[in-house]
T-cell receptor
Framework: KNQVEQSPQSLIILEGKNCTLQCNYTVSPFSNLRWYKQDTGRGPVSLTIMTFSENTKSNGRYTATLDADTKQSSLHITASQLSDSASYICVVSPSNDYKLSFGAGTTVTVRA | DAGVIQSPRHEVTEMGQEVTLRCKPISGHNSLFWYRQTMMRGLELLIYFNNNVPIDDSGMPEDRFSAKMPNASFSTLKIQPSEPRDSAVYFC????????????FGPGTRLTVT
């Protein structure tokens, strides 16, 4: 069964600090992995996408890594801002299949 | 581009009533997805349309749920009769292709059934 597990479930950090979110998956065959950001009351918005051959992808202060061998990904937030407070969802896409596998998300709270 | 448009944004209804959620996908996108999001189960795919044709409705929880896509720019998700356990946020998403291409999500409809 295709599964995506994220950790931690939630975290609180002070503004300006860094944090790292983890994602482990068992989806096979693998096509790509995306990190989505979901603000409260909004729909998820894609931050990064990585395919099998990519190890790192950055989008501003967000940096995602992928280890396809161990089936692990991480999302690193640098110099956090209050606007980074949101839920971050790891989404894995299998090859030749429209059914995405969603993680439960990590809720990040940035405090001043 | 206005993005995926959903209406209403919030819906509060009594148990037994009919509820209709609406979605306008991004122009040019030929795939449309309806999802349900709850705290307990996260995001779940309800139904997938490709070129206005329902391809996979295996995620529709019961016969009380139905979805239509009469044309490329409009889709509805209907619940009749509604029950309290249907309370959730319902998202519509669209994409240009399946799987490998990004799905763009709408703002969602928060449904509360009392």
């Amino acid at each position: 069964k295709n599964q995506v597990e994220q950790s931690p479930q939630s975290l609180i950090i002070l503004e300006g600090k860094n944090c790292t979110l983890q994602c482990n998956y068992t989806v096979s065959p693998f096509s790509n992995l995306r990190w989505y950001k979901q603000d409260t009351g909004r729909g998820p918005v894609s931050l990064t996408i990585m395919t099998f051959s990519e190890n790192t992808k950055s989008n501003g202060r967000y940096t995602a890594t992928l280890d396809a061998d161990t089936k692990q990904s991480s999302l690193h937030i640098t110099a956090s801002q209050l606007s980074d407070s949101a839920s971050y969802i790891c989404v894995v896409s299998p090859s030749n299949d429209y059914k995405l596998s969603f993680g439960a998300g990590t809720t990040v709270t940035v405090r001043a | 581009d206005a993005g995926v448009i959903q209406s209403p944004r919030h819906e509060v209804t009594e148990m037994g009533q009919e509820v209709t959620l609406r979605c306008k996908p991004i122009s040019g996108h030929n795939s449309l997805f309806w999802y349900r999001q709850t705290m307990m189960r996260g995001l779940e795919l309800l139904i997938y349309f490709n070129n206005n044709v329902p391809i996979d409705d295996s995620g529709m929880p019961e016969d009380r749920f139905s979805a239509k896509m009469p044309n490329a720019s409009f889709s509805t998700l209907k619940i009749q009769p509604s029950e309290p356990r249907d309370s959730a946020v319902y998202f519509c998403a669209s994409s240009t292709q399946t799987a490998s291409y990004e799905q763009y999500f709408g703002p969602g409809t928060r449904l509360t059934v009392t």
